[in-house]
Nanobody, 119 residues
């Protein structure tokens, strides 16, 4: 069973920075992709950033140039460095991992961590 545990959320003023971390229960190399999604109140969950194994990272247009996704293979974590935060970045942020095996794709999710940006 795969477990993903997020940490690093909290309250920050607009313009500030936070780093989210997602610890996986197995090697990050066992996943075809890892990433971050977010869900604001009353809205659908949306992609923030993904890091496919062996490919370039992808970012939502709204966070390009402000957020950076990275992977720490020694700690089996995927991190999201968030800078120049805006009130519209307020949401629950979820870690995601994807495994593809014999044509079957499985998605794993963390429990989420709240990020609140005050104006």
């Amino acid at each position: 069973q795969v477990q993903l545990v997020e940490s690093g959320g909290g309250l920050v003023q607009a313009g500030g920075s936070l780093m989210l971390s997602c610890a996986a229960s197995r090697s990050v190399f066992s996943f075809n992709a890892m990433g971050w999604y977010r869900q604001a109140p009353g809205k659908q969950r949306e992609l923030v950033a993904t890091m496919p194994l062996g490919s370039i990272s992808n970012y939502a247009d709204s966070v390009k140039g402000r957020f950076t996704i990275s992977r720490d293979t020694a700690k089996n974590t995927v991190n999201l460095q968030m800078s120049s935060l805006k009130p519209e970045d307020t949401a629950v942020y979820f870690c995601n991992a994807v495994q593809k095996w014999l044509g079957v794709e499985r998605d794993y999710w963390g429990q989420g961590t709240q990020v609140t940006v005050s104006s």
